[in-house]
């Protein structure tokens, strides 16, 4: 799945730009800094836009492309910051064969994103994930820590209403 | 350097001790195929092209990366080995969109050629004939087809190793890995310098330049138009690569013969302004030597090397010489001097220049190159391979061209413009004619030869006058940005720097020739190029800007001394910084 690069402005603090750039300065000089310090600022930023990643390729003297080609090589990080309400569709095997992929689908389309995406009010992000450990209720989704089993496309779209 | 003796194929063969596989069996005179492999820059053994037989290990080896060792028996035609290569190929071709007899590489292309070598008749996995074109443009220089591109990077490795621009890479992951720009930028919204080496290494038609012998061939169609064409010095050293003939054959006399036969009404060299440059640069360097200006004074021929300044290094553009380029100072020249002679509008000329060099297409539309009546200085340029192709359409037969000269108007020039060619050309022939107006005396020697050769850095200094002058040459912008960064830390103060985009400068530029893997990774095509410059200055009588009669003649008649008035308003220019992350600013400024 490729990955996708977000529509929402970049909104990051001061606060996190400081932290950031204290992470870096702990990592610079180390050998395979960028890793650390790309995954620190995830958890920094919930995400790694561009201005995240110029911040790092200027401070590590690394090229942006070298960063965002492991970025967007590795499935542990994401271009896009996460919506107000994530919503978790499983993708396990148990899911998959009872018709997750097409709940997937349905969801995509009732909220207006691209999985591994966020909707353009930021209200929604969406994402397919492994097992959530929930097979006896396939196809299963999660809407932030609220689980939701058994489900069938024409309920979807009252659940999502739930949460607007 | 220690030996080690292997057999290859069963024939015993001495080669070096750190030679790989690949180095081995061309030391015995095979070539086994390669893709992804360029010599000390794209050493990565991904392509797996190059798979061969050792014996004792336990699967094929990358041969590219393989290292010799004492008694290895290398087995390079192995029917295992055979096989595994087609079978990489025919995978790479499932995946590659094959237009052969329209692509713009056309047998000359590496793919194309392996196919060729294999008898890929068929591609068991596919046929990838439903493919689209996948294209990015966004630049004045390049086009990106990710449809054609065989995931090599060699294009990625020179963006950096060589060029430290480092502007595209891999993205994605698996099926979806494609080289590009980070978050889907457009080139054009990177700090990309266009100096085009990406397309040179490129094995297949992924990279091209963008066209601009159409708008040539448009206007030789228009009789309304004097057209007139200009000619790099290193276009003459390259050209006929592109016909068979050896690397680094002088092609001047035919290309002249050639230009003329295509129907231009002016043929004329640009190494005439190439010796003008060396009368104002020279004169530059010298007022800032004795006024206390900005030292180092570096050259500002290569727009490759002017952009990267702009992105990369802004610190150091009050260094750069105000010079135009040769190709801009020969477009004012055209539209000014040149039309007032003819009695010709400015209007009506459209002059075009033959470029080893795709920054000059951006260079042509870059502000403050616009000399007379708002016109631009320069209407069009094409590169070494454009005129090539242009050669072949108009069915001109190269070994039959006979050798002619340049135009008289614009046509006398000194050996020390033709050097300008290649990496310290441009040095040395400052110094022929800086050294003798400081000295007032005659050189008795014209040959700087500190300053020649490939390496990516050359220092000198020379004492004239009772002073000592530091120089510093360097070529690819990776070299600049080592150069300038020692010039920044204070570890050098040098008087004058030539700074060429290119590695070993024109000669090896972006728009010239492509000569594959298996040549380049064997032979120094950039070294038999330069010899032939050199060689052609050594023959010339005249070897010094400051003496060519044209150009005592301009300066008399025309522009006055150098760096008058005049000579400011048509061959000097300005330059101001530009961001690196441009489409990043842009962004900002929209919201």
Known sequence: MPNLITLIPFQGTKEQEDRLREAIERHKGEPGATMPVMQEAQEIYGYLPEEVQVIIAEELGVPLTEIYGISSFYAQFTHNPKGKHKINVCLGTACYVKGAGNVLDKICEVVGCEPGGITEDGLFSVDATRCIGACGLAPVMMIDEDVYGRLTLDKIQGIIDKYR | MSTVTVKVNGMPIECPSDATVLEAAHLAGIRIPTLCYLKDINEIGACRMCLTEVKGQKGLVAACVFPVSEGMEIDTNSKKAYDARKRTLELILSNHRMECLTCVRSQNCELQALAEEYGMEEVRFGTPKEMEPDIEQSTPHLIRDNSKCILCRRCVAVCKEWQHAAVIGPNDRGFATHIGSPFGRGLGEMACINCGQCINVCPTGALTEVDSA??????????????????????????????????????????????????????????????????????????????????????????????????????????????????????????????????????????????????????????????????????????????????????????????????????????????????????????????????????????????????????????????????????????????????????????????????????????????????????????????????????????????????????????????????????????????????????????
């Open chain 2, 214 to 591: 159409t708008s040539v061939w448009e206007a030789l169609a228009d009789p309304k138009k004097h057209v007139v064409v200009g000619t790099a010095p290193a276009v003459r050293a390259t050209l006929g690569e592109e016909f068979g003939d050896p690397i680094g054959t002088n092609a001047q006399g035919k290309m002249v013969a050639a230009l003329r036969r295509l129907g231009f009404d002016g043929v004329f060299d640009v190494d005439v302004s190439a010796d003008l440059t060396i009368l104002e640069e020279g004169t530059e360097f010298i007022q800032r030597l004795q006024n206390g200006g900005v030292l180092p004074l570096i050259t500002s021929c290569s727009p490759g090397w002017i952009r990267f300044c702009e992105q990369y290094y802004p610190e150091f553009i009050p260094n750069l010489s105000s010079c135009k380029s040769p190709q801009q100072m020969f477009g004012a020249m055209m539209k000014s001097y040149y039309a007032e002679k003819m009695g010709i509008k400015p209007e009506d000329i459209f002059v075009v220049t033959v470029m080893p060099c795709t920054a000059k297409k951006y260079e042509i539309r870059r502000e403050d190159q616009s000399s007379v009546n708002g016109l631009w200085d320069m209407d069009e340029t094409i590169t070494t391979r454009e005129l090539a192709k242009m050669i072949r359409k108009a069915g001109l037969d190269w070994a039959s061209l006979p050798e002619e000269e340049y135009d008289p108007d614009f046509g006398e020039f000194s050996g020390a413009a033709v050097i300008f060619g290649a990496s310290g050309g441009v040095m040395e022939a400052a110094l022929r004619t800086v050294v003798e107006i400081l000295t007032e005396e005659t050189l008795p020697k014209l040959d700087f030869v500190d300053v020649r050769g490939l390496e990516g850095i050359k220092e000198a200094s020379y004492d004239v006058a009772g002073t000592t002058v530091k120089v510093a040459v360097a070529s690819g912008t990776q070299n600049a940005a080592r150069l300038l960064d020692k010039i920044k830390a204070g570890e050098a103060d040098y008087h004058f720097v030539e700074i060429m985009g290119c590695p070993g400068g024109c000669i090896n530029g972006g728009g010239q020739p492509i000569q594959p893997g298996s040549v380049r990774n064997f032979v120094d095509v950039s070294a038999l190029r330069a010899n032939a410059l050199y060689t052609a200055d050594a023959l010339m009588k005249m070897r010094k800007s400051h003496e060519v009669p044209l150009i005592k003649k301009l300066y008399d008649t025309y522009l006055g001394e150098p760096g008058s008035h005049r000579a400011h308003e048509l061959l000097h220019t300005s330059y101001r910084q530009t961001p690196k992350y441009p489409g990043l600013d842009a962004d900002k400024n929209e919201n």
